[in-house]
Every structure is written in structure tokens, then in C-alpha cells.
């Protein structure tokens, strides 16, 4: 409960759209119930932070999984410039499952 209230503290409450993608009304609900609170720029928790650094930051903290910026969209960002290196960089094509014990190398 303690990181969920700190979590809205920063982000706001979610909006309504957010909150009923998430499947689990129990979850809705309790979301539903903390007080409202509006967004907090992170330059406020950050005020000498790199401005590239922190449009990453606002793009991957996104509450609704759906709406987050994706891992190869990171990686091109303009803050992560300096180590994206495509030609190193592996992609798996295929879903890994929870239930494997063992996952066998890509390369």
C-alpha cells in the first residue's frame, strides 16, 4: 500500500482509462480509493538531471504497461545515444514462457 501511495504521490491518480485496463477489479477498486492528486513534474525530484534523461524517465514510467515506451524505443532514445549499438544488440522473436526452467543461449 506505502509504494502504491508513493507511487501516486509523483504520478497522480491514474486515469479512468488506465485503470480499467488493469483485469483484476479487486486492484480498480483500491486504486479508485486513494485520494486524488495531481502529477508532479519529475525536474521537482531531479532539478540537475540531464533533460534527455528525464524524458526517458517520464516515457517508462508510464502506469498503463500498454502506453510505456518499449525496449527497442529506449534504446534509440536520444539519452541512451551513446550505447545503442544495433549490430550488438540481440532480439529475441519469440515469447519466453515463466513455466521454462531452462532458457538456451540466442546466439
Known amino acids: 500500500m506505502n509504494q502504491l501511495e508513493m507511487i501516486i504521490d ?4 491514474p ?4 485503470l480499467n485496463a488493469i483485469p483484476r477489479e479487486k486492484a480498480r ?7 486524488k492528486k495531481k502529477i508532479k513534474p519529475l525536474e521537482t525530484y531531479f532539478p540537475n538531471a ?7 524517465l517520464k516515457k517508462l514510467l508510464v502506469f498503463n504497461p500498454t502506453k510505456r515506451i518499449t525496449v527497442e524505443e529506449a534504446l534509440k ?13 540481440v532480439i529475441c522473436n519469440s515469447v519466453i514462457s515463466k513455466t521454462h526452467k531452462r532458457i538456451s543461449s540466442i546466439a
Open 29 to 35: 477498486k483500491l486504486l479508485k480509493s486513494f485520494p
Open 10 to 13: 509523483v504520478f497522480g491518480n
Open 50 to 56: 540531464n533533460p534527455k534523461a528525464l524524458d526517458l
Open 15 to 18: 486515469s479512468e482509462e488506465d
Open 77 to 89: 532514445h536520444p539519452y541512451l545515444e551513446a550505447l545503442h549499438f544495433p549490430d550488438d544488440e
